[in-house]
Nanobody
Framework: QVQLVESGGGLVQAGGSLRLSCAPSGGPFSSYATGWFRQAPGKERELVAGISRIGGRTHYADSVKGRFTISRDNAKNTVYLQMNSLKPEDTAVYHC??????????????????WGQGTQVTVSS
């Protein structure tokens, strides 16, 4: 089973941008649909964005549409989450996860069977 490693989190002011990266160790990323989830203290885990195995399809939570962009570079074995116009309510731990889905985007959490440890994103007002 691949291990997923996220990077790119940090502290940013409202209106700023961050780019998260997720890379696996021990296997090709192109075998999996991939998603970015977030969880803030006291809140349920939320699927922020998902992307299909090849990258042709994407899905976004309504709360981030128009601000976040998920992409993947299978040649570099990396999935990205570009986050623009960040808001304090985007503060959370962000996790990438993979789903063994050959086509389409996995939009429900139970489809994902492997999760990274997460990276903290903090947006100050």
């Amino acid at each position: 089973q691949v291990q997923l490693v996220e990077s790119g989190g940090g502290l940013v002011q409202a209106g700023g941008s961050l780019r998260l990266s997720c890379a696996p160790s021990g296997g090709p990323f192109s075998s999996y649909a991939t998603g970015w989830f977030r969880q803030a203290p006291g809140k349920e885990r939320e699927l922020v964005a998902g992307i299909s195995r090849i990258g042709g399809r994407t899905h976004y939570a309504d709360s981030v549409k128009g601000r976040f962009t998920i992409s993947r570079d299978n040649a570099k074995n990396t999935v990205y989450l570009q986050m623009n116009s960040l808001k304090p309510e985007d503060t959370a731990v962000y996790h990438c996860a993979v789903a063994p889905r050959s086509v389409g985007v996995a939009i429900v959490a139970h489809e994902y069977n492997n999760w990274g440890q997460g990276t903290q994103v903090t947006v100050s007002s």
